[in-house]
């Protein structure tokens, strides 16, 4: 279980909404964020553990999924 401060559940609420996160996606930036908070010996989750890290690696797998998955690669693999 991970236990949000206030500013990390603001952060990742906006993240959700900004990124378009699916429930996969915001279990990662959390696993990511909870290994952080365990590094610096907090209690709990802060927005500094939440952060351009955590958010960084879900968008960019975001980005590399959705372009692999767009119609022209798609196309392309059928398209001598």
Do not use: M, N, P, W
């Not at 279990?27 to 952080?36: D, G, I």
């Amino acid at each position: 279980h991970c236990a949000l401060g206030t500013d990390a559940e603001a952060l990742v609420k906006q993240a959700i909404a900004r990124l378009s996160l699916s429930a996969r996606a915001l279990h990662r930036v959390l696993r990511v964020a909870r290994t952080a908070a365990d590094l610096a010996g907090a209690v709990t989750i802060g927005a500094a553990h939440v952060g351009a890290f955590a958010l960084s690696v879900a968008g960019l797998l975001a980005e590399t999924i959705l372009r692999i998955f767009t119609e022209d690669s798609v196309s392309s693999l059928f398209i001598e």
